[in-house]
């Protein structure tokens, strides 16, 4: 089955740097858009940045020049580049995994991302 699984989250001070990664498994992985949300204690979840099976990418207006999702598809993995972290960047992130119209959709377990000095 297809599996998700999220690592390099952590605590960082404002203004610092963290990668995430996201190895997925059990699904050919170049045919899947694939993407990072996040969800803060007492908020929905949001969607942080997504990237196409063809490499297209969108991001949050609140990260645009400060994050960058790329995915390695001879390594099943993709992954978050976040720059410039603020506080309220602060969240649990989940990697995604999203295929077809209806779409099915897969999800991490999540990795905490907590930025404060």
């Known amino acids: 089955q297809v599996q998700l699984v999220e690592s390099g989250g952590g605590l960082v001070q404002p203004g610092g740097s963290l990668r995430l990664s996201c190895a997925a498994s059990?699904?050919?992985?170049?045919?899947?858009?694939m993407g990072w949300y996040r969800q803060a204690p007492g908020k929905q979840r949001e969607l942080v940045a997504r990237i196409t099976s063809g490499g297209i990418t969108n991001y949050a207006d609140s990260v645009k020049g400060r994050f960058t999702i790329s995915r390695d598809n001879a390594k099943n993995t993709v992954s978050l580049q976040m720059n410039s972290l603020k506080p309220e960047d602060t969240a649990a992130y989940y990697c995604?995994?999203?295929?077809?119209?209806?779409?099915?959709?897969?999800w991490g377990q999540g990795t905490q991302v907590t930025v404060s000095s």
């Open positions: 995604n995994a999203r295929i077809g119209s209806p779409f099915r959709e897969y």
């Open positions: 059990g699904m050919i992985f170049s045919i899947y858009g």
